[in-house]
């Protein structure tokens, strides 16, 4: 067992403490920006125990992502559900060298859509199926969202203009990585200066408000005809349309993406306005949305793949950029 591994185990033992769960051994499931484990519940259930990164989210923001998925999920979706401390708070600082949080959240089951890089082996009437339900389900989380008063102190990140091109986006300087080409970088750096001007022209009327950020397949869980919806950790303020492209980006090279689209627009459609105005911006909203993978990995050059993906990521933004003018 590796020494980290061995100190996050260590970190969610001690958190466990908090809700006065059995003692166990937490199976880690993923590792990215925060430490996700499968824990056991009292009553025999599962659970999932997230450690978060420390200051990657200010205590505010993380309290504020559990009271909208509290909120959603007391409006009918399916999203994880916040588990109150022995004490009855949401959040608890554990007492590291660190600052850092832990949130407990109920399990939710159901199947991943896909997985990113990988063509989706369902039938084609299965596909547009979920992608129908999804569409739904995403107009049915804006709406119930639109309802909602937030409490005082709420603090999401914004994927507005500034978070997505300003000088410090969300996700990281996409046009101001280390390894760049000096073409790549001159081509990042002009796209950028040119997309400002044309998201400045087109925002002001576009539908605007608390969006999950990060709908891509793996965060999305069919079960029968339900739809689940999960990891609001970039969950913030933006463009509705950046969760439509969010959800399309990645199924772009899949045969069915006609399909996939059509159906997604169609579900979203059964529950919320979606103008064809509005959806003549989604060329600009997938690239937009491929930049900030540029960003991201960018940031984070100890990833064994990274040099792989930002190559990867870098002819996909070329290429979103060559198409942005001809129709979604």
């Not at 970039?234 to 969010?246: E, K, N, Q, S, Y």
């Not at 491929?290 to 070329?318: C, K």
Request: hydrophobic content about 45%; charged content about 25%.
């Amino acid at each position: 067992m590796s020494a980290l591994l061995q100190l996050l185990q260590a970190r969610a033992r001690k958190a466990l403490a908090a809700w006065d769960l059995p003692d166990q051994q937490p199976e880690l499931l993923k590792y990215r920006e925060n430490a996700v484990f499968a824990v056991r519940l009292g009553d025999g259930g599962k659970a999932a125990l997230r450690l978060h990164r420390p200051g990657y989210h200010s205590e505010a923001a993380l309290r504020s992502e559990l009271l909208w998925m509290d909120d959603l999920r007391r409006h009918g979706l399916a999203v994880p559900q916040p588990i109150a401390a022995r004490d009855g708070s949401l959040l608890v600082r554990l007492k590291n060298a660190e600052p850092q949080f832990a949130d407990l959240i109920g399990w939710v089951e159901g199947r991943q859509i896909g997985e990113g890089g990988k063509l989706l082996y369902r039938p084609a009437e299965e596909i547009a199926r979920i992608y129908h339900s999804l569409g739904a389900t995403m107009a049915v989380m804006h709406d119930i969202t639109d309802r909602w008063a937030p409490p005082p102190g709420f603090s999401r990140p914004a994927w507005d203009c500034a978070g997505l091109l300003g000088e410090n986006p969300l996700w990281g300087r996409f046009w101001d990585c280390a390894g760049f080409s000096a073409a790549d970088a001159a081509f990042l750096a002009d796209l950028r200066l040119r997309l400002q001007h044309r998201l400045d022209a087109v925002s002001a009327g576009l539908d605007y408000g608390l969006i999950h950020a990060d709908l891509v397949r793996e965060n999305v869980l069919f079960d029968g005809e339900r739809i689940a919806m999960i990891d609001f950790d970039d969950c913030g303020h933006g463009f509705r349309l950046f969760d439509i492209a969010t959800a399309l980006l990645r199924s772009r090279r899949d045969p069915h993406y006609a399909s996939i689209k059509a159906s997604l627009v169609t579900g979203y459609r059964s529950h919320r306005p979606l103008s064809e105005e509005t959806l003549s911006h989604l060329p600009l909203f997938l690239l937009l949305r491929g930049l900030t993978y540029i960003g991201w990995v960018g940031g984070r050059p100890d990833l064994p793949d990274a040099g792989e993906r930002m190559a990867r990521y870098i002819a996909d933004v070329r290429e979103l950029a060559g198409m942005l003018e001809e129709p979604a």
